[in-house]
Structure formats: C-alpha cells, structure tokens
C-alpha cells in the first residue's frame, strides 16, 4: 500500500536530517586531509551531481536555471548566498575535524532562534511571548559559556549565524531550490578548483583509496540530502517539518559525545538544557497557535457550508 504524503513526506524528512545528523562520520573518513581542503572538493564535486540531477528532472530545468544567469540581480543574490553557504561548510567541516564537533551541533540546535532574531532584525517581523522568552534562554546559554570559559561559543554561533544569514539572503530571490543550488555551486566551483590546483590535489590520489572515495562523493553526499529535504518541504507543513529538524542536531550531539568522546561538562549540559527549554516553549506554542487557526479554518468552513 503506498505511503500518504504525510508519511513519506516524514520519511522524507527524516532521512535528509539524519544524513546532516551523521555527517560528521562520513567527513571524519577523509583524515588527514585539511578541512579546507574538504570545502574545495564539496564545491567542485556537488556541481555535476546537481546538473545531473536536473537534467533527470527534465521539464527545462536544467536551461531554465542556467538562464537565470541573465538576470544580474538573480545572480547578485545568490552569489552572497553563495558565500555564506560556503562559510558554513567550511566552519562545519573545521570543526569536526578538530574536535569541536559538539559546539557545532549547539549551533544548529540555536539556529531557529537565531532566525527569529533575524525575522525580527531584517524583515520587520513580529514575535510573541514565547519566542522573546525563547531567545532570553538562548542569550542566557551564550552568556553562561561566556563567564564559564572566558570567551564566546564562536563556533556555534558562526554557523548559527552564516546559515541564518543564508536562509535570509535566499529569501530575497524567487528561485527553486535546486536551480539555485546550480548557480550557488557554479559559483563555488571556479575557487574549489584554483584551491585544487594550489593545493595539487588537496588530498586527492595522496592517502589512498577510502579517502578518494569520501571526496570524490562529495557531491552526492551534498546533494542527496537536500533533495530528499526539498520532497519533503514539498509534502509536509513548515510546522511539521520545523519538529523533524531536531533530529539534525540531535544527532551531531550524540555523535561528538558518544562516538567521538569529546567532553560534555556541567556547563555544557545547562547551556544545551536552556536551549532546549527555549526551543521547546517555541515549538509547543507554535503548535498551538496552528492547531487554534486550523479549528478557526473549519469553523469557517463549516459556517460557509450553512
């Protein structure tokens, strides 16, 4: 019996957050080479893939997003999401290849709420209650590693804040998510290969067969998550798909500290704890809020239906 859209839009879900989840195990295989290095052999091997991909997709997809080349402002846009995505895998890449794997995952973990603020700062967008108390947590786990430890969880809140920025920027253009994943990566691509260059190889054909591997599927490992995510943000509510999120995070937490051993102290667990009360309020009250305009919704209905 075929799945409904609900369910394989879940499964759909899942998987694409599951992926991001683990993948700190997939680029840990490409020891030792730098995690610069990994950035460049990302951006030239996910364009093929993506042009493959939207050859198969047919319907001119594939012309129709190199098409989007002729329009300047189209391409200003991505080129500066473009940027910050690249910044984000690189932030990403470096720290779980020099153990800081766990501040990465408290750094998806604070994304939403750093997305609030951005709404908030950029778009004029209002926020309620929840979501103020929501983003105080936040600033009271930051502010809690800060006396702790002397200094800013930097790398948490750079990835935090590049995807955010990332997700913003692409707000600002109407265009598919493949389509302009090809022209983000076309972009990329040019400087992934003068960094091969530079570097001979950045790797490639210098620690044998398994570690060619990991960076020749680069591309794939990029691409097949996000596809699986778009399907799904095609399937499911934004809500619906906003509590799928979790897994990602979760699951690099459960990684860095349990299969890589990185330390968790005290300090750690309160700052996570109040992440997560702040995320939990967000999400419950927002269910809330979907569930009274659904009924609103029906009541409508059935009020125009006398």
């Known amino acids: 019996m075929q799945l409904d859209d609900r369910r394989r839009g879940t499964l759909l879900g899942v998987t694409a957050y599951l992926i991001w989840g683990f993948a700190a195990l997939y680029w840990i295989q490409a020891q030792p080479v730098d995690s610069w290095d990994l950035l460049a052999h990302r951006a ?31 391409v200003a846009i991505l080129a500066a999401s473009a940027f910050f995505g690249a910044l984000n895998w690189g932030i990403f890449l470096w720290a779980v290849t020099h153990e800081r794997a766990t501040e990465a995952s408290l750094g998806y973990f604070l ?21 103020k108390i929501a983003i105080g947590f936040a600033l009271a ?35 598919g998510s493949m389509e302009g994943l090809l022209l983000e990566t076309l972009m990329m691509a040019p400087f992934g290969i003068a960094w091969l260059v530079y570097r001979g190889g950045a790797g490639l054909g210098q620690h044998g067969l398994a ?19 778009v399907a799904a943000s095609r399937l499911l509510p934004l809500t619906a798909l906003g509590l799928v999120f979790y897994i990602g995070p979760t699951a690099q937490l459960f990684v860095a500290v349990v299969i890589f051993g990185e330390p968790f102290n005290t300090v750690q667990l309160i700052a996570f704890a109040l992440v997560w009360a702040g995320l939990l309020l967000m999400t ?17 209905a059935a009020d125009s239906g006398l």
Do not use: H
Request: with cysteine; hydrophobic share 55%.
């Open 284 to 300: 419950v009250d927002s269910l809330r809020r979907n569930r009274a305009l659904r009924l609103l919704q029906e009541n409508a």
């Open 111 to 131: 994304l939403p709420l750093i997305n609030v603020i951005l709404g908030l700062g950029l778009f004029r967008e209002s926020i309620d209650v929840a979501q």
């Open 141 to 175: 786990a930051v502010l809690l590693q800060v006396v702790s430890f002397g200094g800013l969880p930097i790398v948490a809140l750079s990835l935090a804040l590049s995807f955010g920025s990332y997700g913003a920027i692409r707000k600002g253009v109407k265009v």
């Open 211 to 229: 570690v060619d591997a990991v960076l020749l599927g680069a591309g794939v490992f990029t691409a097949v998550p996000l596809m699986t995510y």
């Open 44 to 74: 030239v091997w996910s364009l093929p893939v993506v042009i493959i991909c939207l050859a198969l997709a047919g319907n001119g997809r594939l012309f129709a997003a190199f098409a989007l080349l002729r329009q300047p402002r189209t």
